[in-house]
């Protein structure tokens, strides 16, 4: 489906890989805001982690000269997602309003197909049934769902915070300010490491951001158009 | 259709088939099918509008301010409080996670009492009767009362304690835990005392800093004020004209800002003042930095054995020298010393000789907390000779009445301190805790506080950022919970019977104490003329700050004098013991206090992956020669105890080195924690540093052996070896 | 110099030729091919319905012990059902596992049956007459029991209807670009397509048990031959029907399993998407699924004794076929290994650094079942018409294909774009007991289904004998044959 800059916004959300500290703030935050259950040792251990934002850790090089990078993954809300056609029931689904892509729980009937076809493997699904001991659930996010059993789900750029911004601006009859509407994992980023907006919004921050030589997308040889952008991790040289 | 023949039949599904297919290629589909979002929710639904409270996170003593929404009565979410000169809006992982507290399933319900100590059998008790029973006790007890708080007592019940002591002449309480001890907040301040006469926690500006040397602080991980270092660090990587910084990080494990950092040194446990000692000597050698600060170099640098040094950092002198002149030469380079070395037996010195560094360039970067308007202040932090004394006291015989508040003492101590049998001498022990951790267990009264979404108070930040001085605020943002009380109303309730304290404490509650020293201040940058108005004011903007920071000068170093660049000394013997123990908080779990927490407990630790477990981190060299692997379980042996943890094989790690991260091996503080993973402090003996005031955390050696069992590692990461064709795609 | 039959009489009252040495050729033409021994149409019933009537001790047994397993398979599944997906060894990057393996091997078993009737009736092979039935059933019920797999698999069972396309107020279709959508159509059709077509070919025979029964089952088989009577017309109806529907089935087929493996192949997945999936799958399919219709003549031979109608000649037929497919998915194989091997993406050497590394013991293990046995051994006519050989050579080549569908679909799932999120997957007890009960249920449903239907297209085998003839050429005794449009 092609996206056509006519109506809507482009939501892009750039990653800036040198500052990302890996400190999980985002992960909570993701699982604080989208009621995300927490999976148990057992289910970690089995390769069930539930988080609908990772922070990957790869190691470069060997002692003494080691490096951890950290990176980022989330849905990567592809222009042309590999898991939407494959959807047997559009549940996966293209936004023409927000254009991401979409995750529709309850006509999701769990053929997990669109899980498979996820080269960057963000899509989650509900194994069992989500569990908050009481009184935990009290927490919940009142604006997003629980999802059942055998659902999928990912992450959606906090589309509930997209809607209630949008809404919000409309009530007051003006357009949508840039970092009006940010996600939950990037209003808790210490470092800055998130930025969000609208791409097709020239002035906005991430429109200036994403021309940076430091720019790439994340198996952009994939040709799945990924509208988060990644800025490479730099390096100041000193001694040998 | 009499006369269909095979050949005609075939022709005409081919056609049928050629004329579907072209159809569906050449047409979106949306023609045909009208999708409807169901992220649109019906028209006629109405979202709930939700409040936001400001208040003070109290995960860690960082006090960042937080913005708590609030939907129907209910708290859902916690985010930075974007006023806030500490975390700027944003928050950690610990922070965003203070909900599972409140709506911790394990939480103390109400006032109770525990027949026998540590049956875990807790009979429900009224409040009425809990507070008479806290006044008897209190009465009784009379000088012969204890009070021991923590990271987690605000700011206005360390005031109140101190008041009450101080009116019937107990000693002043005890603030200690291991988020203080693991802070090294008192070797900080003793190294700042010694070398600016300033005996503070220090702050360090790195927006526009182009050098930082950090000698084993984690600041962007669980040290000291991590969210604020974070949003300092970010901007120091991101500074005017495309400039990055230089982020170098001297630590014998990598932490995630040793994973920051464009370099990484492996320097060895113990070595970390030799190292900067060695920084300065060649500065002032080479007379890097021109004259001045090669001549200040001069003057703090003793004779240092240069070649020792680079060998204690496992890297070339050329580099070290290298590294001297990227600090020497740079116009606002920062050096800031923390974690493990501070804990070391040498731990002022090492965190002395990294701090002189600063000095070089007049201290740009480093800044203290100014003092408020107002008498009120931080709470001191109590040294680990002041928790011995108290022990001592209590194995004597000599406390009738210990009251602990938001501290965990027989978690937080090692073992070998004797803090258990001490208890057991303590005629009554009352807790006011939220959940039953580790001391409640012993408490024969638990009187839960409220948790610090429910309760009031307020916290001076320490260290402040950029100079400015903040009394962040505390509120309820959710009416209480559960039947609890707030500690500092039941306090004045109980101390009312007590003449010498009912004079000291004459509040009706503790909002009032806190309006009277919160209305004292003068107009912040909230405003505010009237008291009402800066009272509201500072609810509302979560807290009280001056619009710009005072008037301040760098920092002067005091101190004359070499500096004392002597290594550390280590428990066991390196023959028996070959390994140095490196010790440190989970990123997550900070002091052990996040393991109640199922967020924390189910995140991933940042460099391993591993959530729900401790482990040992160990270098492939040395994994290789013990023929250990992933998952295999190793006992890790001190001269002070043993654990029994599985292996990680971590490649940023000295191979003289193993480390394990602290957070886990509870025995209470409810399901999420208890039971799981070990606690490394009972690795560790309960010496004190060389100058006598200081836990020496970092001191122990150990011996690993391998036995014969398995536990797979709850990593996020993927268990395979990619192999050596799989490239990172980034 | 042509010498026409002498005598004209009852086809299988056919006299010996007087000539010894013409006789001894006859008898041993009438022992080797069922076609040429003729028996009267009446014994052929007899034996036919006689053996569907039997049900002895071991009957009663087998059908306890599938029955057993059936049953396991059905409180497993709704143990899963209830307590979700969690109990399947399946995790976060092989979210497919052997539920979806089961699907494309039971479609693949399934697979040979109508294409072997199909097929070979199409091309006048005799050898197909008396097997045509078994094979056909095998495809019915493995078909049967592909298509619980996808239900089974899915992870909300009670809104698998989203997936069928009914007319809703809400304009909400199923997706037509989802390979699942076009292999659901593929199997339906070919699930509808292949019972009309045995249901075509079993009328006659149904007619023919309705008019040897008595009871009840008289009255089922009056029931579903449909009133047939065996006029001429009717019988020429059958014949255009059944090669009309012989044609139609065999594009089908190939639909179902292509689109089986175009389920893979259209993901992007490493180790799935390659080009040579459709045609692989379907030699696939056909290899498991020839083998099958072996193991399936064995079985029915040695439990209903039909020896009479299962010969050597027919295994040996069928082994012939069989060892042809061998040499076709070797080819297909090495193609795709080879194509992978030699492109030296990471990814796809990832997947195969697996097989040979962790997962070695399964992929030497398919080797040898699909590869060196098979090949080393079918080339021999004495294996080939020995039973015990030919029992053990299906077994393994069943082994063999599973284990290979195991390996594509869940191994190279385990090795994806990200290293990071390599997980292995093991199978925990709900996917063995569901697999192994499946197999069971199959069983199972085609015991029944014996003890039902004639399982020998008795007018196939009777129409097939009765246009032998054999004409004396010189000293030679020849075979004629006189099907001709």
Same mark, same amino acid.
């Given at each position: 489906?092609?996206?056509?800059?006519?109506?809507?916004?482009?939501?892009?959300?750039?990653?800036?890989?040198?500052?990302?500290?890996?400190?999980?703030?985002?992960?909570?935050?993701?699982?604080?805001?989208?009621?995300?259950?927490?999976?148990?040792?057992?289910?970690?251990?089995?390769?069930?982690?539930?988080?609908?934002?990772?922070?990957?850790?790869?190691?470069?090089?060997?002692?003494?000269?080691?490096?951890?990078?950290?990176?980022?993954?989330?849905?990567?809300?592809?222009?042309?997602?590999?898991?939407?056609?494959?959807?047997?029931?559009?549940?996966?689904?293209?936004?023409?309003?927000?254009?991401?892509?979409?995750?529709?729980?309850?006509?999701?009937?769990?053929?997990?197909?669109?899980?498979?076809?996820?080269?960057?493997?963000?899509?989650?699904?509900?194994?069992?049934?989500?569990?908050?001991?009481?009184?935990?659930?009290?927490?919940?996010?009142?604006?997003?769902?629980?999802?059942?059993?055998?659902?999928?789900?990912?992450?959606?750029?906090?589309?509930?915070?997209?809607?209630?911004?949008?809404?919000?601006?409309?009530?007051?009859?003006?357009?949508?300010?840039?970092?009006?509407?940010?996600?939950?994992?990037?209003?808790?980023?210490?470092?800055?490491?998130?930025?969000?907006?609208?791409?097709?919004?020239?002035?906005?921050?991430?429109?200036?951001?994403?021309?940076?030589?430091?720019?790439?997308?994340?198996?952009?040889?994939?040709?799945?158009?990924?509208?988060?952008?990644?800025?490479?991790?730099?390096?100041?040289?000193?001694?040998? | 259709?009499?006369?269909?023949?095979?050949?005609?039949?075939?022709?005409?599904?081919?056609?049928?088939?050629?004329?579907?297919?072209?159809?569906?290629?050449?047409?979106?589909?949306?023609?045909?099918?009208?999708?409807?979002?169901?992220?649109?929710?019906?028209?006629?639904?109405?979202?709930?509008?939700?409040?936001?409270?400001?208040?003070?996170?109290?995960?860690?003593?960082?006090?960042?301010?937080?913005?708590?929404?609030?939907?129907?009565?209910?708290?859902?979410?916690?985010?930075?409080?974007?006023?806030?000169?500490?975390?700027?809006?944003?928050?950690?992982?610990?922070?965003?996670?203070?909900?599972?507290?409140?709506?911790?399933?394990?939480?103390?319900?109400?006032?109770?009492?525990?027949?026998?100590?540590?049956?875990?059998?807790?009979?429900?008790?009224?409040?009425?009767?809990?507070?008479?029973?806290?006044?008897?006790?209190?009465?009784?007890?009379?000088?012969?009362?204890?009070?021991?708080?923590?990271?987690?007592?605000?700011?206005?019940?360390?005031?109140?304690?101190?008041?009450?002591?101080?009116?019937?002449?107990?000693?002043?309480?005890?603030?200690?835990?291991?988020?203080?001890?693991?802070?090294?907040?008192?070797?900080?301040?003793?190294?700042?005392?010694?070398?600016?006469?300033?005996?503070?926690?220090?702050?360090?500006?790195?927006?526009?800093?182009?050098?930082?040397?950090?000698?084993?602080?984690?600041?962007?991980?669980?040290?000291?004020?991590?969210?604020?270092?974070?949003?300092?660090?970010?901007?120091?990587?991101?500074?005017?004209?495309?400039?990055?910084?230089?982020?170098?990080?001297?630590?014998?494990?990598?932490?995630?800002?040793?994973?920051?950092?464009?370099?990484?040194?492996?320097?060895?446990?113990?070595?970390?003042?030799?190292?900067?000692?060695? &920084? /300065?000597?060649?500065? %002032?050698?080479?007379?890097?930095?021109?004259?001045?600060?090669? *001549?200040? @170099?001069? =003057? $703090? +640098?003793?004779?240092?054995?240069?070649?020792?040094?680079?060998?204690?950092?496992?890297?070339?002198?050329?580099?070290?020298?290298?590294?001297?002149?990227?600090?020497?030469?740079?116009?606002?380079?920062?050096?800031?010393?923390?974690?493990?070395?501070?804990?070391?037996?040498?731990?002022?010195?090492?965190?002395?000789?990294?701090?002189?560094?600063?000095?070089?360039?007049?201290?740009?970067?480093?800044?203290?907390?100014?003092?408020?308007?107002?008498?009120?202040?931080?709470?001191?932090?109590?040294?680990?000779?002041?928790?011995?004394?108290?022990?001592?006291?209590?194995?004597?015989?000599?406390?009738?009445? &210990? /009251?602990?508040?938001? %501290?965990?003492?027989?978690?937080?101590?090692?073992?070998?301190? *004797?803090? @258990?049998? =001490? $208890? +057991?001498?303590?005629?009554?022990?009352?807790?006011?805790?939220?959940?039953?951790?580790?001391?409640?267990?012993?408490?024969?009264?638990?009187?839960?506080?409220?948790?610090?979404?429910?309760?009031?108070?307020?916290?001076?930040?320490?260290?402040?950022?950029?100079?400015?001085?903040?009394?962040?605020?505390?509120?309820?943002?959710?009416?209480?919970?559960?039947?609890?009380?707030?500690?500092?109303?039941?306090?004045?309730?109980?101390?009312?019977?007590?003449?010498?304290?009912?004079?000291?404490?004459?509040?009706?509650?503790?909002?009032?104490?806190?309006?009277?020293?919160?209305?004292?201040?003068?107009?912040?940058?909230?405003?505010?003329?009237?008291?009402?108005?800066?009272?509201?004011?500072?609810?509302?903007?979560?807290?009280?700050?001056?619009?710009?920071?005072?008037?301040?000068?760098?920092?002067?170093?005091?101190?004359?004098?070499?500096?004392?660049?002597?290594?550390?000394?280590?428990?066991?013997?390196?023959?028996?013991?070959?390994?140095?123990?490196?010790?440190?908080?989970?990123?997550?779990?900070?002091?052990?206090?996040?393991?109640?927490?199922?967020?924390?407990?189910?995140?991933?630790?940042?460099?391993?992956?591993?959530?729900?477990?401790?482990?040992?981190?160990?270098?492939?060299?040395?994994?290789?020669?013990?023929?250990?692997?992933?998952?295999?379980?190793?006992?890790?042996?001190?001269?002070?105890?043993?654990?029994?943890?599985?292996?990680?094989?971590?490649?940023?790690?000295?191979?003289?080195?193993?480390?394990?991260?602290?957070?886990?091996?509870?025995?209470?503080?409810?399901?999420?924690?208890?039971?799981?993973?070990?606690?490394?402090?009972?690795?560790?003996?309960?010496?004190?540093?060389?100058?006598?005031?200081?836990?020496?955390?970092?001191?122990?050696?150990?011996?690993?052996?391998?036995?014969?069992?398995?536990?797979?590692?709850?990593?996020?990461?993927?268990?395979?070896?990619?192999?050596?064709?799989?490239?990172?795609?980034? | 110099?042509?010498?026409?039959?002498?005598?004209?009489?009852?086809?299988?009252?056919?006299?010996?030729?007087?000539?010894?040495?013409?006789?001894?050729?006859?008898?041993?033409?009438?022992?080797?091919?069922?076609?040429?021994?003729?028996?009267?149409?009446?014994?052929?019933?007899?034996?036919?319905?006689?053996?569907?009537?039997?049900?002895?001790?071991?009957?009663?047994?087998?059908?306890?012990?599938?029955?057993?397993?059936?049953?396991?398979?059905?409180?497993?599944?709704?143990?899963?059902?209830?307590?979700?997906?969690?109990?399947?060894?399946?995790?976060?990057?092989?979210?497919?596992?052997?539920?979806?393996?089961?699907?494309?091997?039971?479609?693949?078993?399934?697979?040979?049956?109508?294409?072997?009737?199909?097929?070979?009736?199409?091309?006048?092979?005799?050898?197909?007459?008396?097997?045509?039935?078994?094979?056909?059933?095998?495809?019915?019920?493995?078909?049967?029991?592909?298509?619980?797999?996808?239900?089974?698999?899915?992870?909300?069972?009670?809104?698998?209807?989203?997936?069928?396309?009914?007319?809703?107020?809400?304009?909400?279709?199923?997706?037509?670009?989802?390979?699942?959508?076009?292999?659901?159509?593929?199997?339906?059709?070919?699930?509808?397509?292949?019972?009309?077509?045995?249901?075509?070919?079993?009328?006659?025979?149904?007619?023919?048990?309705?008019?040897?029964?008595?009871?009840?089952?008289?009255?089922?088989?009056?029931?579903?031959?449909?009133?047939?009577?065996?006029?001429?017309?009717?019988?020429?109806?059958?014949?255009?029907?059944?090669?009309?529907?012989?044609?139609?089935?065999?594009?089908?087929?190939?639909?179902?399993?292509?689109?089986?493996?175009?389920?893979?192949?259209?993901?992007?997945?490493?180790?799935?998407?390659?080009?040579?999936?459709?045609?692989?799958?379907?030699?696939?399919?056909?290899?498991?699924?020839?083998?099958?219709?072996?193991?399936?003549?064995?079985?029915?031979?040695?439990?209903?004794?039909?020896?009479?109608?299962?010969?050597?000649?027919?295994?040996?037929?069928?082994?012939?076929?069989?060892?042809?497919?061998?040499?076709?998915?070797?080819?297909?194989?090495?193609?795709?290994?080879?194509?992978?091997?030699?492109?030296?993406?990471?990814?796809?050497?990832?997947?195969?650094?697996?097989?040979?590394?962790?997962?070695?013991?399964?992929?030497?293990?398919?080797?040898?079942?699909?590869?060196?046995?098979?090949?080393?051994?079918?080339?021999?006519?004495?294996?080939?018409?020995?039973?015990?050989?030919?029992?053990?050579?299906?077994?393994?080549?069943?082994?063999?294909?599973?284990?290979?569908?195991?390996?594509?679909?869940?191994?190279?799932?385990?090795?994806?774009?990200?290293?990071?999120?390599?997980?292995?997957?093991?199978?925990?007890?709900?996917?063995?007991?569901?697999?192994?009960?499946?197999?069971?249920?199959?069983?199972?449903?085609?015991?029944?289904?014996?003890?039902?239907?004639?399982?020998?297209?008795?007018?196939?085998?009777?129409?097939?004998?009765?246009?032998?003839?054999?004409?004396?050429?010189?000293?030679?005794?020849?075979?004629?044959?006189?099907?001709?449009?």
């Amino acid at each position: 489906m092609a996206e056509e800059q006519s109506n809507g916004h482009k939501w892009t959300m750039i990653v800036d890989a040198d500052k990302c500290t890996g400190c999980q703030a985002c992960v909570v935050a993701c699982h604080a805001e989208n009621n995300v259950p927490v999976s148990s040792e057992d289910e970690v251990i089995r390769g069930r982690a539930m988080h609908w934002m990772r922070i990957e850790r790869y190691w470069e090089g060997e002692y003494p000269n080691v490096k951890a990078r950290f990176l980022p993954v989330f849905c990567q809300q592809c222009g042309n997602a590999p898991c939407e056609p494959v959807c047997p029931v559009y549940a996966s689904y293209h936004s023409t309003e927000e254009n991401i892509n979409i995750q529709v729980y309850n006509r999701c009937v769990g053929t997990r197909y669109c899980g498979n076809n996820c080269p960057y493997r963000v899509r989650i699904f509900n194994f069992w049934a989500p569990r908050f001991d009481a009184p935990l659930e009290q927490q919940l996010n009142p604006d997003v769902t629980v999802r059942s059993p055998g659902v999928m789900e990912k992450c959606t750029f906090c589309i509930q915070r997209i809607r209630r911004g949008r809404e919000q601006a409309n009530i007051e009859g003006r357009p949508l300010e840039d970092g009006e509407i940010i996600p939950a994992c990037a209003q808790a980023c210490p470092t800055d490491a998130l930025v969000f907006g609208d791409k097709w919004d020239e002035n906005s921050r991430v429109a200036q951001m994403v021309p940076s030589e430091r720019q790439f997308k994340l198996l952009e040889n994939l040709g799945t158009e990924p509208a988060v952008y990644y800025l490479k991790g730099g390096e100041t040289h000193v001694g040998e | 259709m009499t006369h269909l023949t095979r050949r005609d039949f075939l022709k005409v599904s081919a056609a049928g088939t050629a004329t579907a297919i072209l159809a569906g290629c050449a047409q979106e589909t949306e023609r045909w099918v009208a999708l409807e979002p169901y992220v649109r929710a019906p028209e006629e639904q109405l979202a709930g509008i939700p409040n936001w409270y400001a208040s003070t996170c109290r995960m860690c003593p960082a006090g960042c301010g937080i913005i708590v929404r609030v939907m129907n009565g209910r708290a859902v979410k916690i985010e930075g409080n974007p006023e806030h000169p500490v975390n700027r809006g944003k928050l950690c992982a610990r922070g965003q996670s203070g909900l599972q507290l409140l709506y911790n399933p394990d939480r103390v319900t109400g006032a109770v009492r525990q027949g026998e100590r540590g049956s875990r059998k807790f009979e429900p008790l009224a409040w009425n009767e809990a507070i008479n029973t806290l006044y008897e006790k209190l009465d009784a007890a009379d000088q012969a009362v204890a009070i021991w708080t923590g990271s987690a007592t605000s700011g206005h019940l360390c005031d109140l304690f101190a008041r009450y002591a101080g009116a019937v002449g107990a000693p002043a309480p005890l603030r200690y835990d291991l988020t203080s001890a693991l802070n090294s907040v008192g070797a900080l301040a003793a190294a700042n005392n010694a070398l600016f006469g300033q005996a503070t926690l220090p702050g360090y500006t790195l927006a526009q800093a182009d050098v930082i040397f950090s000698f084993g602080a984690d600041f962007l991980g669980a040290w000291l004020s991590a969210t604020g270092f974070g949003v300092e660090f970010g901007q120091f990587r991101s500074q005017r004209f495309g400039k990055r910084g230089l982020l170098v990080q001297f630590e014998p494990k990598m932490s995630i800002t040793g994973a920051k950092a464009d370099r990484w040194v492996p320097v060895q446990p113990g070595a970390e003042a030799l190292v900067a000692g060695a &920084l /300065l000597r060649i500065i %002032a050698d080479e007379g890097f930095g021109g004259a001045e600060r090669a *001549g200040l @170099a001069a =003057a $703090l +640098a003793g004779e240092v054995d240069l070649d020792a040094a680079a060998a204690a950092c496992d890297v070339p002198l050329a580099d070290l020298v290298a590294l001297a002149r990227a600090f020497a030469e740079a116009e606002r380079p920062v050096a800031i010393p923390g974690g493990a070395l501070a804990g070391a037996s040498n731990g002022v010195a090492a965190v002395t000789a990294v701090q002189a560094l600063n000095a070089l360039a007049g201290s740009s970067g480093l800044g203290f907390t100014p003092a408020l308007p107002t008498a009120l202040a931080a709470p001191g932090w109590s040294s680990y000779a002041e928790v011995q004394a108290l022990v001592e006291r209590m194995s004597a015989g000599q406390v009738r009445l &210990l /009251l602990v508040h938001g %501290a965990n003492p027989v978690y937080d101590l090692p073992p070998g301190s *004797g803090i @258990a049998d =001490a $208890l +057991a001498q303590v005629e009554t022990i009352i807790s006011f805790n939220p959940l039953v951790d580790e001391t409640s267990a012993l408490a024969d009264y638990i009187l839960p506080d409220r948790t610090y979404l429910e309760g009031w108070g307020y916290e001076v930040v320490q260290p402040a950022f950029r100079g400015l001085p903040v009394v962040s605020s505390q509120q309820p943002v959710v009416g209480p919970f559960h039947d609890v009380r707030p500690t500092g109303d039941v306090l004045l309730t109980a101390a009312r019977g007590i003449p010498a304290a009912a004079a000291a404490l004459p509040w009706t509650d503790e909002v009032a104490f806190i309006r009277e020293q919160i209305t004292a201040l003068p107009k912040g940058a909230s405003g505010g003329d009237d008291d009402e108005v800066r009272w509201a004011r500072f609810q509302q903007h979560g807290g009280w700050w001056p619009e710009a920071a005072p008037e301040s000068a760098a920092p002067e170093l005091a101190a004359q004098g070499t500096l004392d660049v002597a290594g550390a000394a280590f428990d066991g013997e390196a023959a028996q013991y070959p390994y140095y123990l490196h010790l440190f908080p989970s990123v997550l779990l900070g002091d052990g206090r996040g393991a109640s927490l199922p967020w924390l407990q189910g995140a991933p630790d940042p460099l391993t992956t591993v959530s729900w477990q401790t482990w040992v981190e160990i270098n492939p060299t040395t994994a290789q020669a013990l023929g250990v692997d992933h998952g295999d379980v190793v006992r890790v042996e001190s001269p002070h105890g043993a654990v029994e943890v599985p292996v990680y094989v971590f490649p940023g790690i000295r191979p003289d080195t193993v480390a394990i991260p602290l957070g886990q091996g509870h025995s209470d503080l409810g399901r999420y924690a208890r039971e799981r993973g070990s606690h490394a402090l009972h690795l560790v003996g309960a010496a004190l540093d060389d100058v006598g005031a200081n836990l020496a955390w970092s001191s122990a050696r150990v011996r690993v052996t391998k036995l014969d069992k398995k536990q797979a590692l709850a990593r996020l990461e993927s268990t395979i070896d990619p192999g050596e064709d799989i490239h990172v795609p980034f | 110099m042509l010498e026409s039959r002498a005598t004209i009489g009852p086809y299988w009252d056919e006299p010996l030729p007087d000539d010894e040495h013409l006789a001894r050729q006859v008898e041993h033409g009438r022992e080797e091919h069922l076609m040429l021994d003729a028996r009267p149409p009446a014994e052929l019933n007899q034996l036919t319905l006689a053996r569907m009537r039997q049900t002895g001790p071991r009957f009663w047994i087998a059908l306890a012990g599938l029955g057993a397993l059936t049953l396991a398979f059905f409180i497993a599944w709704a143990i899963q059902i209830v307590s979700g997906l969690g109990i399947t060894g399946l995790n976060r990057s092989v979210m497919w596992g052997p539920y979806i393996a089961n699907l494309i091997y039971f479609i693949g078993i399934g697979h040979a049956g109508t294409f072997i009737s199909a097929a070979l009736r199409l091309m006048r092979m005799d050898f197909r007459r008396p097997i045509a039935r078994a094979a056909e059933t095998i495809t019915l019920f493995g078909l049967a029991c592909a298509a619980l797999f996808p239900i089974i698999h899915v992870g909300r069972i009670w809104k698998l209807f989203y997936m069928l396309p009914i007319p809703n107020q809400r304009d909400l279709w199923p997706n037509f670009r989802s390979a699942l959508f076009w292999d659901m159509m593929a199997i339906t059709t070919y699930l509808i397509g292949s019972t009309l077509f045995m249901y075509v070919a079993l009328i006659p025979d149904l007619a023919m048990a309705r008019d040897h029964m008595t009871g009840w089952r008289r009255k089922l088989y009056s029931a579903l031959s449909l009133g047939w009577r065996g006029t001429e017309g009717e019988w020429h109806r059958l014949e255009v029907v059944s090669n009309l529907l012989s044609f139609v089935i065999i594009p089908v087929m190939f639909s179902v399993h292509t689109g089986v493996s175009w389920n893979l192949s259209m993901a992007i997945q490493p180790g799935w998407h390659s080009a040579i999936f459709g045609p692989f799958f379907v030699v696939g399919a056909l290899y498991s699924g020839v083998a099958a219709v072996i193991l399936v003549m064995i079985i029915v031979r040695k439990t209903m004794r039909f020896g009479y109608f299962m010969r050597e000649e027919h295994f040996n037929a069928m082994g012939i076929f069989l060892l042809i497919l061998t040499l076709t998915w070797i080819y297909f194989y090495f193609a795709e290994w080879i194509t992978n091997w030699y492109g030296n993406l990471p990814l796809e050497k990832a997947v195969q650094a697996m097989l040979t590394g962790p997962l070695a013991p399964l992929f030497y293990l398919m080797l040898f079942c699909n590869i060196v046995v098979p090949l080393g051994t079918l080339w021999s006519r004495r294996v080939r018409t020995s039973l015990p050989a030919m029992l053990v050579i299906g077994i393994l080549i069943q082994v063999g294909m599973y284990i290979e569908r195991v390996l594509i679909v869940s191994g190279s799932l385990s090795r994806n774009e990200l290293p990071f999120n390599w997980v292995n997957y093991t199978p925990h007890w709900p996917e063995v007991t569901v697999t192994l009960g499946t197999l069971a249920f199959l069983g199972l449903l085609y015991m029944v289904y014996t003890r039902f239907v004639p399982i020998i297209p008795v007018w196939e085998v009777y129409e097939g004998q009765a246009m032998q003839g054999s004409r004396r050429v010189g000293r030679a005794v020849m075979s004629t044959r006189t099907e001709v449009h």
